[in-house]
């Protein structure tokens, strides 16, 4: 699609400039959200000026949207290594989750395949998931990971079986980077049957992916997390494989019904396209990076420990305890002197919850409160990394420090 929108012109009124200036303060949360990039914004305006007719409708208007459709497939399953036919858009990755598990799901039991494996470290909208399934009459059991977070395949092994419908597994978890051993995982479900599905969320951008090649079944990804916007997202569905659909209609397919978001979408296809573009220098560069950080940071802050360290992990996320202080406040401390980044333990009525991960880790629930992640984005620089270093040193220094002092007074 040609740009009619310059970014110089853009930047009067949407400032994409604004969203991707050298931070600061320093945005280390890209596993979160990334910036939007400003080409991919210049493709969604001008996708909402000329391409607003509806794409399922037949006159001449309709024909132009179907086409930039039809392109934004073609591009957004080329950089996953899908075949567009096979590329179902969703509001995001938690919906195709839900239409990955229980469209297979609510299809397989049909057969008496009533059974869902799942690992225990999956995103909580897919534990959340679980759960509904659960009170509608499948069984789902939780798979357990080792201490550095990796699915334990042996466990994984001896749950297999002739009821299980679909087993699903992230390719990368979001809280620790840990990778997950989905070949493996593809064998162990096919020799049963069941269907495999990978919830790719965070491998996008961050490893060399193929859906062809990974063995998954279904596949879930989201536009946010690599410089497209909120709000769009893709499943995978190998070819041949049905499901029923969460919504019903004609579109896609009739795999989910409901008019397409169709600038999100073409900006969801300018992100894959840039992301394609650098792809083998970003990851060598954020691999860099988080050497730098990791290093840095054990080296400022005697009792950083690194979670999942043992594991093969995502070149951008480092998950960290600092000597076992709990997250909520390190976090605090860390913005206030320009650092941004996260935790996986959600907060609720103002106390922090010990994220489920670690728990499955092996952690205790005061360790599990702990876990601070840092998450490099491809636009993160070298003075970034230092800048978060020294920022880390100064704001949690102290903090371990009084700690130390603490245990040596109950100690005497
Ligand atoms: N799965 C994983 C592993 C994620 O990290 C996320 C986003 N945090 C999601 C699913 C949900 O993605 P979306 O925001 O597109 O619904």
């Not at 086409?67 to 591009?75: G, Q």
């Not at 494989?241 to 008019?259: F, I, S, V, Y």
């Not at 043992?310 to 305890?321: I, K, M, Q, W």
């Given at each position: 699609?040609t740009a009619?929108?310059?970014?110089?012109?853009?930047?009067?009124?949407?400032?994409?400039?604004?969203?991707?200036?050298?931070?600061?303060?320093?945005?280390?949360?890209h596993?979160?959200a990334?910036?939007?990039?400003?080409?991919?914004?210049?493709?969604m305006?001008?996708?909402?000026?000329?391409?607003?007719?509806?794409?399922?409708?037949?006159?001449?208007?309709?024909?132009?949207?179907?086409?930039?459709?039809?392109?934004?497939?073609?591009?957004?399953?080329?950089?996953?290594?899908?075949?567009?036919?096979?590329?179902?858009?969703?509001?995001?990755?938690?919906?195709?989750?839900?239409?990955?598990?229980?469209?297979?799901?609510?299809?397989?039991?049909l057969?008496?395949?009533?059974?869902?494996l799942?690992?225990?470290?999956?995103?909580?909208?897919?534990?959340?998931?679980?759960?509904?399934?659960?009170?509608?009459?499948?069984?789902?059991?939780?798979?357990?990971?080792?201490?550095?977070?990796?699915?334990?395949?042996?466990?994984?092994?001896?749950?297999?079986?002739?009821?299980?419908?679909?087993?699903?597994?992230?390719?990368a978890?979001n809280?620790?980077?840990?990778?997950?051993?989905?070949?493996e995982?593809?064998?162990?479900?096919?020799?049963c049957?069941a269907?495999?599905?990978?919830?790719?969320?965070q491998?996008?951008?961050?490893?060399?992916?193929?859906?062809?090649?990974?063995?998954?079944?279904?596949?879930?990804?989201?536009?946010?997390?690599?410089?497209?916007?909120?709000?769009t997202?893709?499943?995978?569905?190998?070819?041949?494989?049905?499901?029923?659909?969460?919504?019903?209609?004609?579109?896609?397919r009739?795999?989910?019904?409901?008019?397409?978001?169709?600038?999100?979408i073409a900006g969801?296809?300018?992100?894959?396209?840039?992301?394609?573009?650098?792809?083998?220098?970003?990851?060598?560069?954020?691999?860099r990076?988080?050497v730098?950080?990791?290093?840095?940071?054990?080296?400022?802050?005697?009792?950083?420990?690194?979670?999942?360290?043992?594991a093969?992990?995502?070149?951008?996320?480092?998950?960290?305890?600092f000597?076992?202080?709990?997250?909520?406040?390190v976090?605090?401390?860390?913005?206030?002197?320009?650092?941004?980044?996260?935790?996986?333990?959600?907060?609720?009525?103002?106390?922090?919850?010990?994220?489920?991960?670690?728990?499955?880790?092996?952690?205790?629930?005061?360790?599990?409160r702990?876990?601070?992640?840092?998450?490099?984005?491809?636009?993160?620089?070298?003075?970034?990394?230092?800048?978060?270093?020294?920022a880390?040193?100064?704001?949690?220094?102290?903090?371990?420090?009084?700690?130390?002092?603490?245990?040596?007074?109950?100690?005497?």
């Amino acid at each position: 699609m040609t740009a009619t929108l310059s970014p110089g012109a853009m930047t009067a009124t949407l400032s994409p400039g604004a969203m991707t200036a050298s931070p600061s303060p320093v945005y280390l949360d890209h596993n979160a959200a990334t910036p939007l990039r400003p080409e991919v914004l210049v493709d969604m305006h001008d996708t909402m000026r000329h391409a607003w007719a509806n794409p399922s409708s037949v006159h001449g208007p309709g024909q132009a949207a179907r086409r930039v459709l039809a392109d934004a497939r073609a591009r957004v399953a080329g950089f996953l290594g899908a075949l567009p036919a096979e590329l179902v858009f969703t509001s995001g990755a938690t919906e195709a989750n839900h239409l990955a598990v229980r469209g297979t799901w609510a299809q397989a039991r049909l057969h008496g395949r009533t059974r869902v494996l799942m690992s225990a470290v999956e995103h909580p909208g897919l534990l959340a998931l679980a759960a509904q399934l659960r009170d509608e009459g499948a069984v789902v059991d939780l798979m357990p990971v080792d201490t550095h977070g990796r699915l334990n395949l042996a466990a994984a092994r001896a749950r297999m079986g002739e009821d299980v419908a679909l087993v699903s597994v992230m390719g990368a978890n979001n809280e620790t980077g840990v990778l997950m051993p989905v070949p493996e995982v593809a064998q162990l479900a096919h020799a049963c049957g069941a269907a495999l599905h990978v919830d790719a969320t965070q491998l996008v951008g961050k490893a060399p992916l193929s859906f062809a090649d990974s063995g998954a079944d279904l596949m879930s990804v989201s536009a946010h997390k690599i410089g497209g916007p909120k709000g769009t997202g893709a499943l995978l569905v190998r070819k041949g494989r049905t499901l029923l659909p969460l919504l019903a209609g004609r579109q896609e397919r009739h795999r989910r019904g409901g008019t397409e978001n169709l600038p999100a979408i073409a900006g969801f296809a300018a992100a894959c396209a840039r992301a394609a573009s650098t792809l083998q220098d970003d990851l060598a560069r954020m691999l860099r990076l988080r050497v730098r950080l990791e290093q840095g940071l054990r080296q400022a802050l005697p009792g950083t420990v690194l979670l999942g360290e043992g594991a093969p992990r995502l070149p951008n996320t480092v998950c960290v305890s600092f000597g076992g202080l709990d997250a909520e406040p390190v976090l605090a401390r860390l913005e206030r002197v320009g650092v941004v980044a996260s935790s996986g333990a959600a907060c609720s009525a103002g106390a922090t919850q010990p994220s489920h991960v670690l728990l499955a880790m092996g952690l205790d629930a005061r360790a599990a409160r702990s876990g601070v992640r840092f998450s490099i984005g491809r636009d993160t620089s070298a003075e970034d990394i230092d800048a978060a270093i020294e920022a880390s040193a100064r704001a949690i220094g102290p903090l371990l420090a009084e700690r130390v002092a603490a245990a040596a007074d109950t100690t005497t």
